[in-house]
């Protein structure tokens, strides 16, 4: 059964930028066909989908985000991550990785999610 | 980008009350529609992937129906875990997107 958990700072400055990492245990990152996923949440507001990835590195991403995103894999750590720049503070939120987002389109399992506050 | 709406904004019901909440599309999207609780604290959860398909461990009271453009999951008999969030996401087209969400609360 995979499972999937999110690391990276909980606070950031306006206009650097945000890493995240998800680390994948259960399985190979690149055992599944499938894409791995970034969906956000601002506190009290809805799901955001931020992006997906493959483990052969094809990615998918959200046009809102206007470029700012990059989406990377490391199979040999079982990981995947996030690079959001120029950060300000609408993109305060919970980050959850997920698999999902790509052809299959759903997002199942989720990771438990880590707030990103974004504040000098 | 396809917009999903969904209506109520919030339900008030009781528990063992049928809970029935929409998700209407901007433009059809077949039956690649999905369906996700949440409740506080937590991620969501997958509960109905295209359509109709409940996800692995889904209790049977959870069933979902529509395609082109208008959705619903249905609730059949609310149990006090039931009480959350519930959002609907399209794969029809990139960029995913989900709806703005539906509140089920304790009448």
């Known amino acids: 059964q995979l499972q999937l958990q999110e690391s990276g700072p909980g606070l950031v400055k306006p206009s650097e930028t945000l890493s995240l990492t998800c680390t994948v245990s259960g399985g190979p990152i690149s055992s599944v066909s499938y894409y791995w996923g970034w969906v956000r949440q601002p506190p009290g507001k809805g799901l955001e989908w931020m992006g997906s990835?493959?483990?052969?590195?094809?990615?998918y991403d959200n046009p809102s985000l206007k470029s700012r995103v990059t989406l990377s894999v490391d199979t040999s750590k079982n990981q995947f991550s996030l690079k959001l720049y120029s950060v300000t503070a609408a993109d305060t939120a919970v980050y959850y990785c997920?698999?999902?987002?790509?052809?299959?389109?759903?997002?199942?399992?989720w990771g438990q999610g880590t707030l990103v506050t974004v504040s000098s | 980008e396809i917009v999903l709406t969904q209506s109520p904004a919030t339900l008030s019901l009781s528990p063992g009350e049928r809970a029935t909440l929409s998700c209407r599309a901007s433009?059809?999207?077949?039956?690649?529609v999905a369906w996700y609780q949440q409740k506080p604290g937590q991620a969501p959860r997958l509960l109905i992937y295209d359509a109709s398909n409940r996800a692995t461990g889904i209790p049977a009271r959870f069933s979902g129906s529509g395609s082109g453009t208008d959705f619903t999951l249905t609730i059949s008999s609310l149990e006090p875990e039931d009480f959350a969030v519930y959002y609907c996401q399209q794969r029809s087209n990139w960029p995913r997107t989900f709806g703005q969400g539906t509140k089920v609360e304790i009448k």
């Open positions: 433009q059809t999207i077949s039956s690649y």
């Open positions: 997920a698999l999902g987002g790509g052809f299959r389109g759903w997002f199942d399992p």
């Open positions: 990835i493959h483990s052969r590195g094809y990615t």
